[in-house]
């Protein structure tokens, strides 16, 4: 990935980390979808927005 | 990254074989129009990348690296047209060989293939701005500040963040409306609730008030608080469970109906007339409309591209990141459009909304006539509710709102003409009935309260869980956009920083305070630049086209050093500076030296004596300077060189061509005499348009290095050094012996006539001259280092020597 990007997505994932209204579950999604390098879909930013805190129950 | 070691192209675009070494050295190839400069150039591009830009972008369509990479003779035999590159990978410091076939060209053979050769190559091949011409140097300063911003986003890799970013947002549009319904449906069932228990407020007290009052009816034990376990209707079994037959629930059902539909929801009107406005804007301007219209297709076509065929029309891009940007420089020319659908878009939602409660109070008031038994309105009021919830989801696309425009005009809900007559017939109707006994109120009341207390809980858990994520969703945008915008400010202020050295550096001499000013706003760059202190102008305004072609460069290497930093270690420069002037040549070759010395560029030019510039100012070297001197379809680039034309020049001769074989060998003293005349410090005739014949070089030459050998036999004698006295006195006999086979003097009679009189020379008349040209030529090299004798210091020469020192004479005479 390239340099900017990679400095855009951990500044972005450690101010996400230090915000309440996103728990740990949300945070270790978002952290796939942005550091894959492969494009993230609406559905998927859409489906970690509604984790619930703790998990989904499997 | 990389560096350049060596070269070999077979069949490649118009070079049918050659091999260069590039020694990791800055690298210059000179050579006219159709010499195959920019072969070389997109040979080593495709061997990195797989791609070859000339054959890309703008004016290109139909050409494809299968058909026109490989050289027009060689198109039916794609296996033959091969580049392998020798590298030297800096991140390791370890070579590694690629070799990449116009046959396969995702799939170059790698050697060796260690994971980090793998990766590393992985990452230049990811990366064809590597490449500039002057083509490209276009697309930074005379192009539309949108199109830069997309031009300059592009060479960084940004285009990848703008997806994100537009993909996040449209994540958390999605959210903030479910979270919108989620809130409504949620006022709804609380709305439900309040109208059956008959209160004003939804509080615990006022509500367990109600419900008590029944209880005790039914002799059942009062409530004391209300838990999110707590059940209404407990203590009533299932047979006293009645559904529905509430009188005055199904009295307050159908009043809430009838004044819900009697007094328009103002703010769902409100949306409903900006939905018109919008689509009476859209209708009376075509264009407008259209890009509107097309603009969900390209969304979806963006969505869906994963491969490098568009999944709209199947059309073959490069690369999946080409049919991307493809698709967003569609997107982004039509802001108008994109502004209309967020309009439409969100009035659509509102109404919407309101639709959804509208039906959700129809079939409430269904329920109520169904369990009263009053069956008449049923089939009318499924139809409307039916109608309502079918308008609701057309509202979810733009094409649904617009298609809805007449009925958005002339009253959403659409109430069934006879509606309001016929439900004041059922209400008297209810009305008429006798009053239910305490007790069948009581149980009733206590179900239905149950019913839609648990309903009512259901949408708050659903509001709360939306409510999260539209929160979570919002702060993920926010912080997103944040970071960026403020990554891409520094970006693009370091960009402006460097930029503005660089052409300082390259200008100094007349705009030694120039300054640059790089204005990011959504979606474009602007790119302004200090005119004289008169002021920030586009560079188009009032700069020359040669300066333009100097900031291209300067803004190119800004932009790489920006993406790279220290990784950027090899650039291809495709004849970039052809419209700047030889003083500002200078100045640029410093500006590489010293604000890139670690970095090797392959530079292509067409001028001579731009070439030579380049190697006067150490640029490059002997070594690393290429001249072509002319191309054919047969043959490729004809290489300037001192080894390889004797073969040339033989090979010529064995098939008869005196007129080839003498026309190399002109061409080749002329190369030779150019490079010994500036080594020599030879004095030659100024021309002022630079174009030096063979008969202005080389007799001077000749001249100059009879009288160094005279100046070295002197000097060696004052100095009582005889032996050196000896060498110094046969050198300067073997090399009159050598110019006299060669008649030069004879022939500088008529200097028009005696180099072309050769080609009318037969085979056997013409070998004793290149016999004789090529032996002269030796006496001006050393048989150890091979490299030509030069005179040092140029300006007041004391040696005449060779690179390796074997060859030493003394030119100062000793002082007496």
Redesign the interface.
Known sequence: M????Q??AD??LT??AR?P???SE?LTE?KEL?LSGK????E???RV??L??GGEIK | MIKLESVHIEEMRGIRKLDTDFHKLTFAICGPNGSGKSGVIDAIEFGLTGQIGRLMGAGTKGLTIGEHAPHVDMVKFPDAALVRLGLYLTDIKQSATLTRKVKAPSKPTIEPATEDVLRILSEVAEHPEITLSRREILRFILVEPSARAEEIQSI???D??G??RS??G???N??QTAYRNAEAASTTAKEALQRHAQITSLRADELLEAVNKRRQTLQLEALDTLTPDTQLDSGLDAEKRLNGANKKTSLKDLESLLLETQTPDELAAAEASKAVSIIEQLQSNPALFAALQRLSFLERGL?LA?TPQCPLCDSSFDSVEAL?AHLRAKLEKSKDAQRAQRTLSESGAAVGRAAVKLATLVNTALASCDAQGELALIPSFNIWRDDLESFRASLSSVDGIVAACTRLSQGWPSIPPTFHAELKAVTAKIHAKPDQTALFEAQTFLTIAQERLTAYREAMRRQK?AK?????????YD??CA??D??LNN?YDEVQEDFSRFYRIVNGDDEGGFTAKLTPTEGKLGFDVNFYDRGLFPPAAYHSEGHQDGMGVCLYLALMKR?F?ERFTFALLDDVVMSVDVDHRHAFCKLLKTEFPDTQFVITTHDRLWAEQMKAAGLVQGKSLLFFHSWSVDTGPMVESNTEIWDEIEGALEKGKVEVASAALRRHLEYVSRGLANDLAAPIPFRADGNYELGDLLPNVLGKFKKLLGEAANAAQSWGNAAQHQAVLARRDEFAVRMAATKVEEWAVNKAVHFNAWANFGKKDFQPVVAAYKELLESFRCKGCDTWLHITPRNNPEVLRCVCGAVSLTLRTKAK
């Open positions: 390239a340099t900017l990007q400095k855009i500044s972005f101010k996400l915000a209204e996103v728990h949300m978002l942005v494009k993230p879909k609406v998927d930013f859409v927005f509604n619930p805190a | 960084l890799k940004l990848q963040i997806q994100t993909t996040l449209s994540a958390n999605k959210i969505e994963d991307a869980v999260a994520a539209a929160d979570a969703a919002k702060v993920s912080t997103y970071v960026t403020e990554e970006l993406l930093g």
